[in-house]
């Protein structure tokens, strides 16, 4: 563990403790910029991934962009340690190294991949980057869809709409990305999944040659051979992925509505949506070396209750305007904003008190839940009386989440209370929701 020191400090018989809650353990897998090691967690046993980002490596390869999307929090420091869900089964590429697969299984994971992928398209969100090894599965055998690294979110596309930053796995990419014109995502995810389901078929990838610009050649004519053992289904559904024109490609919903995908799926059966995105618990941004921020194996020191934590999945959601996941059940838009600070819950939830007195709000006070409020106007509106919420969550040690939402009354007039409670916060904001200065 190296890469660890120094900030990571060793406990009796050299256990490696990171603030003070996860003991790392094994390393799982490397890339260019990252480690992602076992750990567990001291107090509960859980384990956990922790992914290790080296940002030097990150700035020097011009990358930071993209980890900032993944993560969702601007790294400052010499690492980053990400906090995630453990995925028991290893990665799907694992199973194709070992062969292909039946038929049944295979349809099991694209079923699954193509659910992911729909849930993403749907907010806007390309992967940009599908592929067996971003594919993980949890001791179920149910597939999550890991490293949002390179995706792109609706902000990122130019005047003509499209996206234009080559980007992904050489065998994997699709033809119009190599083009290196502009291209739609989800098309482009798409043709992926065709190569995915390929292979888990196949056992082998259906563009692959030794020689990358031979291989290229391959994808730009859409040349490639099912093997025997396809079925006939498999075939055409393959036949209208891989489509070199994305025009004429197939789309998502067309997938799921084929006669291969629903095979197997019961009528109205959605349970195989559930298990689709890897799940991201914390986010620690490392300090420089003089001002360390690990601590030792000592228990830590909280009130009675702590902020309801806010998943890091949550965040990426909210700080985009883009891909807000909060709104993806509801039929009518929801009035709310949301900021991000570096100040203690305790000190963020004094903060609102006192601005809420100031502008006259009677403050009404949560039973369950210290660290959420409602402030109330005193003066009847269009639609009574201004209901506004206020919550803090906890993100990581060192970052809190502000979410206001309307409960009640009018949505201008939450507007106007939005642009006067601004002002009085701007101490302890770090970050206000869509802000482009930010």
Known sequence: MDDLSPECHSGAGNRHIIFGKYEMGRLLGQGTFAKVYHARHLFTSESVAVKVIKTETVRKQGLMEQITREIAVLATKTKIFLVMEYVK???????????????????KYFQQLISAVDYCHSRGVSHRDLKPENLLLDEKEDLKVSDFGLSALPEQLRNDGMLHTQCGTPAYISPEVLRKKGYDGSKADTWSCGVILYALLAGFLPFRDDNLMHMYRRI???????????????RRLISKLLVVDPSQRITIPAIMRSSWFLRGLKTGDRGFLAPILLKTNSLIDMTENNDTTIETEKPIRRSKSSPRFYNAFEFISSMSSGFDLSNMFETSQKSESLFTSKCCASMIMNKLESIAKKLNFKILYSNQNEYKLKMEGI???????????????????????VEFSKAAGDTLEYKKFEEEVRPGLEDIVWSWQGDKSS
């Open 220 to 234: 730009f004519k859409g040349e490639y051979e099912c093997p025997p053992w396809f079925s006939g289904d498999a």
């Open 379 to 401: 003066s009847e509106g269009r639609k009574g009386k201004l209901l506004v919420t206020a919550e803090v969550f906890e993100v990581a040690p060192e970052v809190a989440v």
């Open 89 to 107: 089964g290893g990665e799907l590429f694992a199973k194709i190294v070992k062969g292909r697969l039946k038929e049944n299984s295979a349809r």
